[in-house]
């Protein structure tokens, strides 16, 4: 069964940083093309990054660019993504998704709190 | 930057009638449109990619159209499990992977 969980997401203060991981299984990660995605409460979905399945290739949305870092590690089947300098803006449910053009698959999300 | 704008917002439907949801693009993304169905507390799940191929796992009542810069969703006969938000994104400029705001299909 293909499937991505994510977790690191709690809550954190401003300014605070946070790592939030993603563990694949059930399909080869290492061909994948990987993303973050976001969603705020109540609001709709937000592209955060992409990184190619090597890692030598990486976006960032312009609301992210410089505080965000997105990494994965083939050999342990995860993807990361190192927020820093977090707002209370980047408060939302952050998925995990797979491929470079549409998402697919999907994780549940972790939710990341920022707040004082 | 590509801004995709979905309409209407919330379309109320009753079970077993045709729903037509609407995408459209700021400027052309061929047929690079996939649309997906987001259920309260789970995550988005893809339904359509290439403006009108199905994904895995969802019937034909669901289909997609369009290309260039309109687009739309229909489920031809709503069943109570398809009551959800959609959302379209592009995938033409990319990246950004620019999504719509989302059409909530609620009951009428």
């Known amino acids: 069964e293909v499937q991505l969980v994510e977790s690191g997401g709690g809550l954190v203060q401003p300014g605070g940083s946070l790592r939030l991981s993603c563990a694949a299984s059930?399909?080869?990660?290492?061909?994948?093309?990987m993303n973050w995605v976001r969603q705020a409460p109540g609001k709709g979905l937000e592209w955060v990054s992409y990184?190619?399945?090597?890692?030598?290739?990486?976006y960032y949305a312009d609301s992210v660019k410089g505080r965000f870092t997105i990494s994965r590690d083939n050999a342990k089947n995860s993807l990361y993504l190192q927020m820093n300098s977090l707002r209370a803006e980047d408060t939302a449910v952050y998925y995990c998704?797979?491929?470079?053009?549409?998402?697919?698959?999907w994780g549940q999300g972790t939710l990341v709190t920022v707040s004082s | 930057e590509v801004v995709m704008t979905q309409s209407p917002a919330t379309l109320s439907v009753s079970p077993g009638e045709r729903a037509t949801l609407s995408c459209r693009a700021s400027q052309s993304v061929s047929s690079n449109l996939a649309w997906y169905q987001q259920k309260p507390g789970q995550a988005p799940r893809l339904l359509i990619y290439?403006?009108?191929t199905r994904a895995t796992g969802f019937p034909p009542r669901f289909s997609g159209s369009g290309s260039g810069t309109e687009f739309t969703l229909t489920i031809s006969s709503l069943q109570s499990e398809d009551f959800a938000v959609y959302y379209c994104q592009q995938y033409n400029n990319w990246p950004p992977g620019a999504f719509g705001q989302g059409t909530k299909v609620e009951i009428k």
């Open positions: 290439g403006a009108s």
């Open positions: 059930g399909f080869t990660f290492s061909s994948y093309e």
């Open positions: 998704a797979g491929e470079g053009s549409w998402f697919d698959p």
């Open positions: 990184i190619s399945s090597s890692g030598s290739t990486i």
